[in-house]
């Protein structure tokens, strides 16, 4: 089974605080993406990327950075937390034959 | 805009009945992944189906694909009450210009009384 784990399940941070998500895949795909999901807006995407050091911006990457050392790994990084960003974030992972995505079970961030 | 577009947007069904949600979409795809998603969780993958594919069964799941009127339904058989989620079809239109990305539509609220 593809697994897709996030280092957390629930955070709180601070308005400036700099916070990491770490995502880490076991399925070797090459394609990881990081999303947020809002009420009513739906699941966006902020970045993602196609292979290891390789970035791309997704539809609402500003306030966001990313980094893919690993080919198993992908973080978000939110430089300096600010309140607008309290959102579930969700990272996936996307390969084999079909190009199935997979989802970890999302980071529920709140930043006070 | 979204490419998918869910419908009905909530669905409310006492168990046992049968759940048929749908998807429409608006430009040609490779193919369209199903998900489910449980309140305050990540999105759990159910079916994918290719263009050349026209149904597809995964246990009580049930899901075709009408590429000529750019459609797709998820039918759950025989609901349960843990049946109850929001579901989310995703089209994949194949690496672009976009970078392959899966275009997510609203999604369904389905709720199954016990």
């Known amino acids: 089974d593809v697994k897709v784990t996030q280092s957390s399940r629930y955070l709180v941070k601070r308005t400036g605080e700099k916070v990491f998500l770490e995502c880490v895949q076991d399925?070797?795909?090459?394609?990881m993406f990081w999303y947020r999901q809002d009420p009513g807006l739906g699941l966006r995407l902020i970045y993602f990327?196609?292979?290891?050091?390789?970035?791309e911006k997704g539809d609402i990457p500003e306030g966001y950075s990313v980094s893919r050392e690993k080919k198993e790994r992908f973080s978000l990084i939110l430089e300096s937390a600010s309140t607008n960003q309290t959102s579930m974030y969700l990272c996936?992972?996307?390969?084999?034959?079909?190009?199935?995505?997979?989802f970890g079970p999302g980071t529920r961030l709140t930043v006070l | 805009s979204q490419q998918g577009e869910e419908d009905p947007q909530a669905l409310s069904i006492q168990e046992g009945e049968n759940a048929t949600m749908n998807c429409s979409y608006k430009?040609?795809?490779?193919?369209l992944q199903w998900y489910r998603q449980n309140s305050g969780r990540g999105l759990v993958h159910l079916i994918l189906?290719?263009?050349?594919?026209r149904e597809k069964h995964s246990g009580r799941l049930r899901v075709t694909l009408d590429t000529s009127k750019k459609s797709s339904s998820l039918l759950i058989t025989a609901s349960r009450a843990t049946d109850t989620a929001s579901y989310f079809c995703?089209?994949?239109?194949?690496?672009?210009?976009?970078?392959?990305?899966?275009?997510f539509g609203q999604g369904t609220e389905l709720s199954v009384k016990p």
């Open positions: 996936a992972s996307r390969g084999g034959t079909y190009n199935e995505q997979f």
């Open positions: 399925m070797d795909h090459e394609n």
């Open positions: 990327s196609y292979d290891v050091k390789m970035k």
């Open positions: 430009t040609s795809i490779n193919n």
């Open positions: 189906i290719r263009s050349n594919e």
């Open positions: 995703a089209t994949d239109k194949g690496w672009d210009n976009q970078g392959g990305k899966l275009i």
